[in-house]
Structures are given as C-alpha cells and as structure tokens.
C-alpha cells in the first residue's frame, strides 16, 4: 500500500461530482399587526387556540386547541388526543422564534418555521420565513400547500391583533 489514501484517485477531476439537486425557495411573509412588538409576540405565542383557523388548518378541526408549551407547539383534540406541530430550538421573546414544523406528520418529514417580530411605522412587523422543504416528505406540494396556506392563517391574526382586512 503506497499511502493511506490509496483508494482516492489520484486526480480529484476524475471525482464525479454530486448531483445537484434543486432547491425550492423559502415561502416567506409579512404582516403588520398594531401594537407594541411584546404585544405581537404574546399574541402569536400565547392566544394562538383564539385565532388560529383550526377548522381548516389543524389535526383536529374545530373543536381542538392549540398552543405554545415549553419547547412544543401542540394542538389538543376535544377527546385529548395531541398533535405536535413542532419543536421550538430557539425562543427569544419578543423578537423571534424558530421551530421544526410538521403538523399532521412525523417528525422525520418537519420543515422549518421562523417568525421574527420587530416596531414598525404603526404597529409590529411578523416575518414568517418557511424554509427546509427537503426535510418534507412531499417538498413540492409541501411548499405549495403552505404558500397558498399562510396567508389566510396570518390574517387571522391580523383581524385577532385589530388590524384591518386585506
């Protein structure tokens, strides 16, 4: 054996490159909600079971509840069965958080959610960035689903917060 490396090539040209694969955009949002940016953030975070549209949007439909609880987002059936929709790994109140998000599946299949809050000319910008759609079992219609999805969820939480109708 001439050297450790023996089973390289010997020219790194004769390396195939890996296939690239294609790479969907994030899905990215903004709205703004009066108030103060800690208002906002307690809005989103806490009082999301008066807000969110769960008959359309939830595991359960209408009827469950749904909310932030230590590093989870869970949504609760009426009969208390539970759904995690993800798993928060970075909690900066009032500013951000960020979240695997998989609501309805595995773990296995989660993408990733930031929502980042900060004062703007009237109000509380929310910038909802919805990225890591390879981790979808589906990335394609994953991301579809949810670029049609977003926006009438965040308007729900407009109209909760006193904002105005699109």
């Known amino acids: 054996m001439d050297n450790l490396f023996s089973h390289a090539p ?3 040209s004769d390396t195939p490159e890996p296939e690239a694969t294609e790479s969907l ?8 909600v009066p108030g103060a940016v800690a208002r906002a953030f307690v809005g ?3 009082h999301t079971h008066l807000w969110w549209p769960l008959q359309d ?5 209408a009827g469950s509840y ?3 609880e230590e590093n989870l987002i869970l949504e609760t059936a009426e009969d208390g069965r539970t759904a995690i929709w993800g798993s928060i790994d970075d909690w900066q109140p009032p500013l951000s958080f ?3 998000w998989h609501p309805g599946s ?6 990733e959610l930031r929502v980042a809050f900060r004062a703007v000319e009237g109000g509380t910008e929310l910038r909802l960035v919805h990225t ?3 981790g979808a079992e589906d990335p394609a219609a994953t991301r579809a689903d949810y670029l049609a999805g977003w926006p009438g969820v965040l308007q729900q939480f407009v109209r909760f917060m006193g904002g105005a109708d699109d």
């Not at 949007?57 to 439909?61: E, I």
């Not at 595995?106 to 993408?111: E, K, Y």
């Open 98 to 100: 960020h979240a695997s």
């Open 57 to 61: 949007h939830g595991v359960y439909g």
């Open 25 to 32: 955009e994030p899905v990215v949002f903004t709205v703004v």
């Open 10 to 12: 010997a020219d790194p």
């Open 66 to 68: 749904v909310e932030f």
């Open 44 to 46: 989103f975070t806490e």
């Open 132 to 134: 890591g759609w390879e």
């Open 106 to 111: 595995s773990a296995v299949w989660s993408t």
